[in-house]
């Protein structure tokens, strides 16, 4: 039986043709047979669309915390394309260990908490990974309490933070983790990555009333196994920590943060929320503006929830609630204030709030 046709065209020609398709057909293009496989994941075809094509920015789910993968079943990475409102499926079963939990990315990988498959210690292994290439690195082992309390953090330089109240963990090239002692006056909520400093916010209030602030830590000042935080506050701010319940922050556009919480009614203790604001932070400036605030139809849903999530980066950010079936994504308009939409969630999330975090799908990212 005489080969198609398409196996006599030189393997030079095929790679010409699929490098004028954009990102996201080409990864369509790599399931359809395996001569399509074989093309669209060689180095030279890697290498001749790594200029060509920018990395697709997609809005990836994390696992439920306790969740359990079926046996024999692959483990799918889910993403969401706000360009073509489609779900997109990366297949993480390349990666050789148990319990694969995908915790955070930067430009082209994901980082991913996992188990050895050889062993039944309660350490825990952080692996980086390009789905797209399926490479990955391990990096070297940490224990069981990291995993369960430390927020993963990386930049654009694949620099790694695993930070907690107590101490963190910081990785750079070098083959082990360089361990810091911390002095945030509580535990750090939502900490992001911004350029080459950290921001959480961390609350300094009583038992009954939270107050919240915000701690900024320069990376090059981590030395001497001491980690110096400081206080960010102008006068100019005035009660802009005080109108927001359970504000957490968001990664913003160039050298800019999101503040995101409900919006109180008022300074009372436990005041109702009329909507959802979103504040920006020029980090350049010091000064902060309104970015959004969710319409107040599509936060009736929200408000009958008792808890929601937020993830995010740069002029997209996605909201779920607890018990219902969409999330909520907001973009960034041109013209400021931004605009509003439903997606439609996966079947088999469960009924908890969705987190995640940006992807940035690349093909010549190396872990």
């Known amino acids: 039986m005489e080969s198609p046709p398409i196996y006599c065209l030189p393997q030079e020609m095929l790679q010409n043709i699929f490098s004028s398709l954009p990102l996201r057909q080409i990864m369509i293009c790599r399931s359809v047979c395996k001569l399509f496989n074989q093309i669209l994941t060689s180095s030279s075809f ?38 073509q409102n489609q779900w997109l499926r990366f297949n993480l079963s390349f990666l050789p260990f148990r319990s694969l939990h995908p915790i955070a990315s930067s430009p082209g990988l994901v980082y991913v908490w996992a188990d050895s498959p050889d062993s039944l210690d309660s350490n825990k292994l952080l692996i980086a990974c390009n789905p797209l290439t399926r490479q990955y690195r391990v990096l070297p082992q940490l224990g069981s309490a990291w995993f369960k309390h430390g927020s993963v953090l990386v930049d654009s ?54 107050e919240w602030k915000l701690y900024s830590c320069t990376l090059s000042t981590l030395v ?45 203790l436990n005041s109702p929320c009329s909507t959802i604001l979103i504040l920006r932070l020029d980090l350049d400036l010091l000064e902060w ?79």
């Open 46 to 83: 890697v290498h001749l669309i790594s200029t060509e094509n920018p990395p697709l920015s997609l809005l990836a789910l994390r696992p439920p915390h306790h969740h359990r993968q079926p046996p024999n079943s692959p483990f799918l990475l889910h993403a969401f394309d706000p360009n």
């Open 157 to 210: 330089a694949n620099r790694v933070m695993v930070l907690t109240e107590l101490a963190s963990l910081f990785f750079t090239n070098s083959n082990h983790w360089l361990k810091f002692s911390s002095d945030l006056p509580s535990k750090p909520r939502s900490p992001i990555l911004v350029s080459n400093s950290v921001y959480t916010l961390c609350d300094v209030g009583s038992a009954w009333r939270n």
């Open 224 to 268: 001497n196994s001491q980690q110096f935080w400081n206080r960010l506050e102008k006068h100019e701010w005035g009660d802009v920590f005080d109108i927001l319940k359970r504000p957490r922050l968001v990664r913003g556009m160039g050298n800019r943060l999101l503040m995101i919480g409900g919006l109180k009614s008022s300074f009372s």
């Open 289 to 367: 503006e309104e970015a959004g605030r969710m319409p107040v139809e599509m936060y009736r849903i929200f408000q009958e929830s008792s808890k929601f999530k937020v993830f995010g980066m740069g002029q997209r950010v996605i909201f779920s609630a607890k018990r219902h079936g969409r999330l909520a994504l907001w973009e960034c308009g041109k013209g400021g204030g931004g605009e509003w939409r439903w997606i439609d969630c996966l079947q088999g999330t469960g009924d908890g709030p969705c987190r995640g975090f940006v992807f940035e799908v690349s093909l010549n990212a190396m872990p």
